[in-house]
């Protein structure tokens, strides 16, 4: 046969791409169940990690189900519109932000640990320099004072904007407040030097400065769209 | 070669041994540079690494060379990387369910290994003109040489930069309560740079032949 003819090397191009095509679809497909797993047992880890409670993959689930008490979503106007907890943990933010403010579905995690207490756990989601940033944010049943906080992202510069997924970063976000004296919702504003001291500010990330910009816009987006809910609370 | 040939004659072992020193794919030829750099701060994520671009030289070499009497010469460069990069999303793939947390220590460098130029250069220079399992072991042995190398720099960064050795703290207590501290820059890419160009000339020192001459 000629391997040359123009014809010949159509038909081999255009049968090798669908048998790559088929060979590629079916691994996906096979691999997909598992995949999803790791992303859920990487949530969980997530949201225990933001009340301080390490997990390994292989405990994540248990220790979630035992800590995590409820979960739910509610609208802006800060009402309950569903107490299904899968429905409340499957929520995707991404999509949930691109909505406008009112139709939004916005989960809460509530957390019960004895010596702990109750603490509200927030997803968060915003742009970081490269890429997409999320967290999670651990409150009071005050709906004002921070517990604990996780950050983490898909590709921000190691060693500058990645800081903030960092203990270091983190540890100093409790005890900080949303919201003023006056109750309005203030969210917290970037500091250059330490913020120690400033429960309405937190630490930039020196040379993370459009890292640490879009989480100060995250803080606000987010939580401000929990304001109503977080002030029903008190 | 004739079919009577033993699996591992000598000249079979020498395509596997040869890529580990002497044509070493990092050190000599001085290809897949890239990650080299980017993935050797810990050992785990390099030793995965060696582990993936192995498979994928391997497997993409016996497919290249099952095939390489079909390919039509003027697209068999888009041939071979149509291979590649369908070998190198199933590792991705397979990474993401069975090593997530390792998957996401290498992030976007496993989607790189498909311009890794080791591979096309194996492929090119080897499976379009050598039966399936030749081309096979000149995979592992590629793959090899460049884990070794890989291996080598990530055992010195994660020693010296972060004092543990797969994960572990092998670096005493007594140590750091004497003043010895974690050198930070061994975990930054320069430094990646620095160990790959002291191991080249450690190489090259100790074999004379490639040393080139003036």
């Known amino acids: ?169 983190q540890k100093p976000f409790a005890g900080k407040q949303i919201f003023d004296e006056q109750g309005t919702f203030t969210s917290l504003a970037l500091r250059k030097g330490t913020a120690s001291g400033h429960v309405h500010q937190f630490d930039a990330v020196s040379g993370g400065t459009v890292t640490s910009k879009g989480l100060e816009k995250m803080l606000r987006d987010n939580l401000g769209s929990y304001e109503k809910f977080l002030k029903s609370l008190n | 070669m004739s079919d009577k040939e033993p699996l591992f004659s000598a000249k079979n072992r020498k395509l596997l041994t040869n890529p580990l020193s002497a044509e070493n794919p990092i050190t000599v030829q001085v290809l897949g540079i890239c990650s080299a750099l980017a993935i050797t701060a810990k050992l785990e994520p390099a030793i995965v690494m060696s582990l993936s671009v192995m498979a994928v030289t391997a497997l993409a070499n016996v497919i290249v060379s099952l095939l390489r009497n079909t390919i039509p010469s003027r697209i068999r460069i888009i041939v071979q990387l149509v291979v590649v990069a369908a070998l190198v999303i199933v590792v991705d793939q397979v990474l993401k369910a069975f090593a997530y947390n390792v998957s996401k220590q290498l992030s976007v460098f496993v989607g790189l290994i498909i311009t890794n130029c080791i591979i096309m250069g194996r492929l090119e220079a080897f499976a379009l003109g050598n039966k399936p399992w030749p081309a096979f072991l000149d995979g592992i042995g590629n793959g090899a040489g460049y884990g070794v190398i890989l291996i080598i720099v990530a055992f010195f960064r994660e020693l010296l930069g972060s004092g543990t050795l797969y994960g572990f703290h092998v670096i005493p207590k007594v140590l750091y309560d004497m003043g010895y501290q974690n050198n930070g820059l061994m975990i930054l890419p320069p430094m990646a740079l620095i160990t790959l160009g002291i191991i080249i000339w450690v190489h090259r020192s100790r074999n004379k032949g490639l040393i080139e001459s003036n």
């Open chain 1, 1 to 169: 046969m000629n391997t040359q003819s123009n014809t010949y090397t159509f038909l081999y191009a255009s049968i090798l791409v669908v048998v790559v095509a088929a060979v590629l679809s079916f691994t996906a497909l096979q691999l997909k169940p598992r995949q999803n797993k790791n992303r859920e047992i990487e949530k969980k880890q997530y949201i225990l990690k933001a009340v301080d409670i390490s997990s390994t993959p292989e405990d994540a689930e248990a220790l979630y189900k035992k800590y995590i008490e409820k979960a739910f979503l509610v609208n802006s106007q800060g009402k309950t519109i569903s107490e299904d907890m899968d429905k409340a943990f499957e929520v995707d933010l991404k999509v949930e932000n691109a909505k406008a403010l009112k139709n939004r579905e916005l989960p809460v995690f509530i957390f019960e640990k004895e010596g702990v207490g109750e603490k509200i756990i927030l997803p968060i989601r915003g742009k970081g320099m490269w890429g997409p940033i999320w967290g999670f944010i651990s409150m009071d049943t005050d709906g004002k004072t921070i517990y604990g906080a996780i950050f983490d992202h898909k590709g921000e510069t190691p060693g500058l904007g990645a800081e903030i997924a960092k203990p270091a970063f």
